[in-house]
C-alpha cells in the first residue's frame, strides 16, 4: 500500500466531512431552512416588540406629564395683569384640580395595564390614591394605596406606604399607622428617608402617646445635634407635646 502522508490524510478527511455535510444538507434541507426561517422571524419578532415597548412606554410617560401638570397646577384666581408662564395651568378650586389629575391618572391606567406595565402606570396609580384623599373619599383613597404599597418598586412602594400611613392616622387607625412608619424607617428609601418617617411616626404618637413621640424627637434632636436649625424645629415640636 503506497505510504500516505499527514497531509493528504488530512484532505481526505477534510473531502470526507465536506461531503457528508452536502449529503445531510441535501437531505435535511427543508428542516435547516424551517430553522432559520423561524430564528429571523423571531429575531424580527424581539426587534418589533421592543420598537413597541419603546413607544408604548414613551407614550404612557407623555400622558404622566400630562397628568401631573394637572395635580400640580395652581389654585385661585390670577391677579389682574398678571399671567403663569407658558405650559402651566390654573383651577377656580383644588377639588376641581384633582378631580381632572384622577380622571387623567385613571385614563392612564386602563389605556397601558396590560402587562408589562409602564413604569408610568405605577406612579399614575400612587397619585390617584392621593388626588382620593385630597377629595375626601377616604375609603377609596385606602384601598388604592394598599394596592400601590406592593408596588414591586421600592421608591413608588414607600412613597405609598407613607401616604397610606397618613390616612390611616386619620382614620383613627393609629396602631397600624406606627406599623408602618417603623418599617419605612427601618428600611428607609431615597423617596422617604429614615427621618421623614420617624418625624411622621412622632405626629402619630403627638395625641395618644406623647410621651413615645418625645422619645423620637429627642432621638433625631441627638442624630442632628450639629444642626442648631433642625434641633429648634425639634425643641419646638417637643414644646408643644400634650402633658
Known amino acids: 500500500m503506497a505510504h500516505i502522508s499527514r497531509h493528504e490524510l488530512k484532505e481526505d478527511q477534510l473531502r470526507s466531512t465536506y461531503e457528508e455535510f452536502e449529503e445531510y444538507f441535501k437531505t435535511h434541507y427543508r428542516e435547516i431552512a424551517t430553522v432559520v426561517g423561524i430564528v429571523i422571524v423571531v429575531a424580527g419578532l424581539a426587534g418589533g416588540f421592543k420598537y413597541y415597548q419603546d413607544r408604548r412606554e414613551a407614550e404612557a410617560n407623555e400622558a404622566l406629564g400630562a397628568a401631573l401638570k394637572t395635580f400640580r397646577a395652581y389654585v385661585g384666581s390670577i391677579p389682574q395683569g398678571s399671567a ?7 383651577f377656580a378650586t383644588a377639588r376641581e ?3 381632572k389629575a384622577e380622571d387623567q391618572f385613571l385614563d392612564l391606567i386602563q389605556k397601558y395595564s396590560q402587562p408589562p406595565e409602564p413604569k408610568a402606570v405605577a406612579v399614575a396609580r400612587y397619585h390617584v390614591g392621593l388626588c382620593q384623599a385630597l377629595l375626601g373619599d377616604q375609603n377609596a383613597a385606602l384601598k388604592t ?3 400601590s404599597a406592593g408596588e414591586s418598586d421600592r421608591e413608588i412602594a414607600s412613597l405609598a406606604r407613607y401616604a397610606l400611613a397618613g390616612e390611616l392616622v386619620k382614620a383613627g387607625k393609629t396602631d397600624e399607622a406606627v406599623r408602618i412608619y417603623q418599617e419605612l424607617a427601618a428600611r428607609p428609601t431615597s423617596a422617604v428617608p429614615e427621618t421623614t418617617a420617624k418625624l411622621a411616626l412622632a405626629d402619630a404618637y403627638r395625641v395618644a402617646q406623647p410621651d413615645k413621640a ?4 429627642q432621638e433625631l434632636e441627638k442624630k442632628f445635634s450639629s444642626d442648631t436649625a433642625i434641633t429648634q424645629v425639634l425643641k419646638d415640636q417637643m414644646a408643644t407635646l400634650p402633658k
Open 97 to 99: 384640580k384633582y378631580k
Open 84 to 90: 403663569l408662564p407658558g405650559g402651566f395651568q390654573s
Open 214 to 217: 418625645r422619645l423620637v424627637y
Open 145 to 147: 394605596l394598599r394596592e
